[in-house]
T-cell receptor, first 116, second 114 residues
Framework: GENVEQHPSTLSVQEGDSAVIKCTYSDSASNYFPWYKQELGKRPQLIIDIRSNVGEKKDQRIAVTLNKTAKHFSLHITETQPEDSAVYFCAASKAAWGGATNKLIFGTGTLLAVQP | EPEVTQTPSHQVTQMGQEVILRCVPISNHLYFYWYRQILGQKVEFLVSFYNNEISEKSEIFDDQFSVERPDGSNFTLKIRSTKLEDSAMYFC????????????FGPGTRLTVT
């Protein structure tokens, strides 16, 4: 069935260091991979996404890479700041035709702690 | 910037009672979703909705659950007879493009069943 594995479950870094979170998906038809940041008690917020026709995408300090062959995608945060501390979720979905909607299958989350 | 809104923010109910969770998606969005998140766990898909009908539902979304878009702005999730295990945060999400699928989440309703 559809599944997304996410590692690590917790990650502690020093301010200014880089953080990398990795996900693996099972459904080879998946073609859209968003990353969400969730602060305690808040809604998941879309921070970056990548589609299957692209291998890498960057937005300031965050970047996402996709390896379709290996069915891996990763989030990279550089120059981490204390405000980056949150739970990060990866997700995968596939385009569904004929008017159907595209559910997101989420990973289990990574608690990122940036130590000042 | 437009946002998805949800009410109430917190709902406490007794087991067996009916609850309705309300969402107002972003106004030009056409695709609507409900997800839930049990405390400390990942976000799980419940149901998707398009063109006034359910597009897909998960195995969690059994006969006790229903969704409705009663007017041009609201999107509701009803649980007919709540169980203790329904306690969770329920998120509504919407998107305006089925292919690009950027889904924006509401702030959630924390449902506590006692």
């Amino acid at each position: 069935g559809e599944n997304v594995e996410q590692h690590p479950s917790t990650l502690s870094v020093q301010e200014g260091d880089s953080a990398v979170i990795k996900c693996t998906y099972s459904d080879s038809a998946s073609n859209y991979f968003p990353w969400y940041k969730q602060e305690l008690g808040k809604r998941p917020q879309l921070i970056i996404d990548i589609r299957s026709n692209v291998g890498e995408k960057k937005d300031q300090r965050i970047a996402v890479t996709l390896n379709k062959t290996a069915k891996h995608f990763s989030l990279h945060i550089t120059e981490t700041q204390p405000e980056d501390s949150a739970v990060y979720f990866c997700a995968a979905s596939k385009a569904a035709w004929g008017g159907a909607t595209n559910k997101l299958i989420f990973g289990t989350g990574t608690l990122l702690a940036v130590q000042p | 910037e437009p946002e998805v809104t949800q009410t109430p923010s917190h709902q406490v109910t007794q087991m067996g009672q009916e609850v309705i969770l309300r969402c107002v998606p972003i106004s030009n969005h056409l695709y609507f979703y409900w997800y839930r998140q049990i405390l400390g766990q990942k976000v799980e898909f419940l149901v998707s909705f398009y063109n006034n009908e359910i597009s897909e539902k998960s195995e969690i979304f059994d006969d006790q659950f229903s969704v409705e878009r009663p007017d041009g702005s609201n999107f509701t999730l009803k649980i007919r007879s709540t169980k203790l295990e329904d306690s969770a945060m329920y998120f509504c999400a919407s998107s305006n493009d089925r292919y690009n699928n950027e889904q924006y989440f509401g702030p959630g309703t924390r449902l506590t069943v006692t």
